[in-house]
């Protein structure tokens, strides 16, 4: 019987993506959540596959005694400590289209939060002492988007979304 590889996750991504990783074991944290540096350390001598959102360095992969492949979450390698990736043999690749509608719809988020004001007005609520007439109409409504056109500038990956 074949041994089934063991993938790990380090973040709670959305495992829409990990679909075609069946009949593979699969280990990733609660959804939102990320393991911790000491969780990582102690399960990593034990995988096959690693994907990582975010920083993965030389200590890290150090632990990796079986790891055959990095795959990076992500557009870029950044936080990847390639040369030591290289020095142990391990290829690392990377799945741009992954982040591409969140960074879209993160683009938009903030434009609405700006023009309309809401982190600054979050701010403001949570301070002591706010009152309820700082946030008369008007004053805390931000710019009417009515009228205007929003959007990414560019037409690449994400401005297309």
Known sequence: MTQLSKILVTH????KHFGMARPHEVIYPEPGKAFSRDELLRQLP???????????????????????LLVCYG??????DIQA????????????D???EATAELAMAQLLA???????????????????????MGR??????DGMTMGIVGMGRIGSR
């Open 140 to 145: 805390a409504m931000g710019v009417s988007l």
């Open 114 to 136: 700006v023009t309309r004001r809401v982190c600054e007005m979050d701010r403001a609520l949570r301070m002591p002492g706010s009152t309820k007439e700082w946030f008369t």
């Open 12 to 15: 709670g991504v959305p495992m």
């Open 98 to 100: 992954s982040v591409t």
């Open 75 to 80: 557009a870029g390698y950044d936080a990847i």
């Open 46 to 68: 034990d995988c096959d596959a690693v994907v990582a959102c975010g920083s993965f360095d030389r200590a890290l992969l150090a632990a990796c005694a079986r790891l055959t």
């Open 85 to 96: 990736a290289t020095e142990l043999h391990i290829p690392v690749a990377c799945v741009p």
